[in-house]
T-cell receptor, first 114, second 114 residues
Framework: NAGVTQTPKFQVLKTGQSMTLQCAQDMNHEYMSWYRQDPGMGLRLIHY???????DQGEVPNGYNVSRSTTEDFPLRLLSAAPSQTSVYFC?????????????FGPGTRLLVL | AQSVTQLDSQVPVFEEAPVELRCNYSSSVSVYLFWYVQYPNQGLQLLLKYLSGSTLVKGINGFEAEFNKSQTSFHLRKPSVHISDTAEYFC????????????FGTGTQLKVEL
């Protein structure tokens, strides 16, 4: 298993540009989520999904869209990037395996908006 | 609403000394508590979790934590740290589902020195 993969690892955008952060997992986990990490603020939940076709907002959803057309993929879209969206973005998945609940975070995408 | 407070932003400690990283939470419902570790430029890795049962939880890398409901605390401890334990540690709480919609603390940077 590759676990949770995220692409790209780094991205620089200009204000107003749009882009999609990719997240994929190969563990057949139903639950996936997106967090952003900012200095001194810990991680904050942006959006989450409890299964294909089902998404919901987290703590800081403004400026971001998500969709979940398959169990494996959970892309995060920035429609019009703003400097306030400069952050490190983590995707995570959670599911049951072997009678144990498992949680995995991806390696992160570092985004700079100029 | 739920929240997590990590009282120490940085904790310096000498190698082979014991360490305690403090975490206090607030929640109006039953809680599930987690500790994660983040090494430089990496994603988060689950150290341990409390869902129910014994209040003393053992995790990976020799870490343990004790759930104290009366003090609303979930402090992380290790009897003897190693240089490789240098990392940032995050406490998190979930109000249901054993990990859905995590609320994170702001993190504690553990620096182990020779």
């Amino acid at each position: 298993n590759a676990g949770v993969t995220q692409t790209p690892k780094f991205q620089v955008l200009k204000t107003g540009q749009s882009m999609t952060l990719q997240c994929a997992q190969d563990m057949n986990h139903e639950y996936m989520s997106w967090y952003r990490q900012d200095p001194g603020m810990g991680l904050r939940l942006i959006h989450y999904s409890v299964g294909a076709g089902i998404t919901d907002q987290g703590e800081v959803p403004n400026g971001y869209n998500v969709s979940r057309s398959t169990t494996e993929d959970f892309p995060l879209r920035l429609l019009s990037a703003a400097p306030s969206q400069t952050s490190v973005y983590f995707c995570a998945s959670r599911g049951w395996a072997g009678g144990q609940e498992t949680q995995y975070f991806g390696p992160g995408t570092r985004l700079l908006v100029l | 609403a739920q929240s997590v407070t990590q009282l120490d932003s940085q904790v310096p400690v000498f190698e082979e000394a014991p360490v305690e990283l403090r975490c206090n939470y607030s929640s109006s419902v039953s809680v599930y508590l987690f500790w994660y570790v983040q090494y430089p430029n990496q994603g988060l890795q689950l150290l341990l979790k409390y869902l129910s049962g014994s209040t003393l939880v053992k995790g990976i890398n020799g870490f343990e934590a004790e759930f104290n409901k009366s003090q609303t605390s979930f402090h992380l401890r290790k009897p003897s740290v190693h240089i490789s334990d240098t990392a940032e540690y995050f406490c998190a709480v979930s109000d249901g589902g054993g990990g859905n919609k995590l609320t994170f603390g702001t993190g504690t940077q553990l620096k182990v020195e020779l």
